[in-house]
């Protein structure tokens, strides 16, 4: 009885096991339990000598098991430490924050030198009708700006009652929508995407322009130039940076001029706001009367400038950035090149 208990505790294999030898042998019908009762019919001799070998026995087997009970649980203490390890002397892994895109941050750093001229921020949607893409800013069907813009059209004149669509091809909507609006006197710029058909190295098909529009009882050219001015200085941390306005056409301004700032080559790097070269920047003008007209203002009593800017553009001028494509390739180490990204 004796070896049969030792072995099986010596072999149990886990918790439960034991536990089911404790009760075949020392449970209340346990092997050893009916003979502890069997006592009871034996002669005192008897008695005096199976009474204390059994008891020898029932301790035997108890201190079997608790001995096999701890060196399981010493075993399975042992594989935990094995398997269940940290090495807290490794270096950290490093932890990559995003960062704002460059084009999001010159957007930021824009709207924040104009807000310092009382310029508020207006929005317009990116699709939008060709009512207030062209015909509202003066620019009708047959006008050739139409075909140079290279016109992303999302729905085109039908047989049904929705007008045609368009990606906008140029931020100048934002002037009609928010005169509707407002009506006059105002002063806004409008940031945002627009879409073009066109790619090259200078050209994405979705790029960015900041829109400027100021109208009032006497706003004229020289406040469009000193704001330019300003505006260029503050952009470029150069104080008194040149502009040169030079005549030009568009639909929407009358008179109009595009705006050159000035820059220099120097050992083939590019200097913004000295020597006398010319780099053309933005287009701009007096609103035009059909334009104010258009958006319910009336032109015997307001008179304004607006302007457009590429953003992409002044971006790639203040970071030295030869190729606008990189802006939206998403390429990692090109924004850290760049200290974009980190
Ligand atoms: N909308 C013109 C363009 O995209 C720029 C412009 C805006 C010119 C406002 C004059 C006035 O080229």
């Known amino acids: 009885l004796r070896d049969k208990y030792i072995q099986a505790i010596a072999a149990a294999g886990d918790e439960s096991a ?27 001799e008897e008695r005096q000598t199976a009474g204390p070998a059994l008891n020898a026995l029932k301790d035997e087997i108890n201190s079997a098991l608790a001995a096999r009970k701890e060196s399981m649980a010493d075993a399975a203490l042992d594989e935990r430490l094995r398997t269940e390890w940290l090495d807290v002397t490794l270096p950290a892994r490093g932890q990559r924050t995003g960062t704002i895109h460059p084009i999001s941050q010159v957007t930021e750093e824009v709207t924040a030198i104009f807000a310092d001229m009382g310029f508020a921020v207006a929005e317009g949607p990116q699709v939008d009708t060709d009512w207030y893409n062209f015909d509202a800013l003066n620019i009708p069907g047959h006008h050739p700006a139409r075909a140079e813009m290279d016109t992303f059209y999302m729905h085109r004149a039908t047989d049904d009652d929705r007008p045609p669509h368009v990606l906008r091809t140029h931020t100048s909507p934002v002037q009609i929508r928010h005169m509707e609006k407002v009506n006059a006197p105002c002063r806004i710029i409008a940031p945002g995407r627009v879409y073009r058909a066109d790619y090259d190295q200078t050209h994405t098909p979705m790029f960015n322009q900041v829109e400027g529009l100021a ?12 704001v330019l001015e300003e505006f260029f200085a503050a952009f470029f941390e150069v104080d008194g940076i040149k502009t040169r306005f030079r005549a030009s056409h568009f639909p929407f301004t009358e008179p109009s001029a595009e705006v050159d700032i000035q820059c220099s080559w120097v050992d083939g790097q590019l200097k913004i706001g000295e020597g006398d070269g010319w780099l053309e920047v933005l287009g701009s003008g007096m609103v035009h009367p059909h334009v104010l007209r258009s958006a319910g203002v009336d032109p015997d009593l307001w008179q304004g400038f607006a302007f457009g800017m590429g953003i992409d553009r002044i971006a790639m001028l203040k970071y030295g950035i030869p190729d606008l494509r990189a802006f939206f390739d998403s390429d990692l180490r090109w924004l850290r090149h760049y200290g974009f990204a980190s």
């Open 215 to 226: 109208i009032d009882k006497d706003i004229s050219m020289a406040n469009l130039k000193w």
């Open 18 to 44: 034991l536990e089911t030898l404790r009760v075949q042998a020392l449970g209340k019908k346990g092997e050893i339990s009916l003979q502890m009762r069997e006592l009871g019919r034996m002669t005192p």
